[in-house]
């Protein structure tokens, strides 16, 4: 994932607040939002949530996609099927990196213990080698774990996105209703 991402639309929200005269400190207080949140927020460098978008059209009296820099709501649809699209595509190559690693693990942790087995069997390894091979088993084992836990974190995303996806489908199926 990038650090910093652009987007497609930039927000009034710093038009709005110099138009009413607010300080970017006067306008996080009276929102309840950190100053350095109300900045990000207003250089694009992160997206306002839902409900804080809301709270602040209401403040300041203008409908919502107005305040996130929409013309209208076809528009905001149409980007956040968008940014939702690279983000799925992302998590699938997370997804896909992950599982491969962690089937390479699965599978160098089975030649160890293949190795471990055979060499105990046969009172061939040394103390030092037996140690090397434990930490190696060591090793191997918490990098398996790590892969898991990226893999379930980005199965856990794409089953969030997938909701997403359908809370969109179905957002613009009552739009085209009341068209």
């Given amino acids: 994932m990038s650090d910093k991402k652009e987007f497609k639309h930039n927000n009034r929200l710093k038009e709005l607040r110099k138009d009413k005269g607010l300080s970017q400190q006067a306008l996080a207080q009276q929102i309840g939002v950190h100053y350095r949140t109300l900045q990000n927020w207003e250089n694009g460098k992160t997206h306002i949530k839902p409900e804080k978008a809301e709270q602040l059209a209401s403040f300041f009296n203008v409908p919502v996609v107005y305040l996130l820099g929409y013309e209208d709501i076809d528009d905001l649809i149409t980007d956040t099927e968008s940014s939702l699209k690279k983000e799925v595509e992302e998590q699938q190559k997370t997804r896909q990196q992950a599982s491969d690693h962690y089937d390479y693990f699965l599978e160098t942790i089975f030649e160890v213990l293949s190795t471990f087995k055979e060499g105990t069997k046969e009172n061939k390894l040394e ?22 836990k990226k893999l379930y974190e980005s199965q856990t995303m794409l089953l969030k996105y997938d909701k997403l996806k359908q809370k969109i489908d179905y957002s613009k199926q009552e739009l085209k209703n009341l068209k």
């Fill in 127 to 148: 103390q030092k080698e037996t140690l090397e091979l434990i930490d190696t088993l060591d090793y191997l084992v918490n990098s398996l774990d790590k892969w898991n």
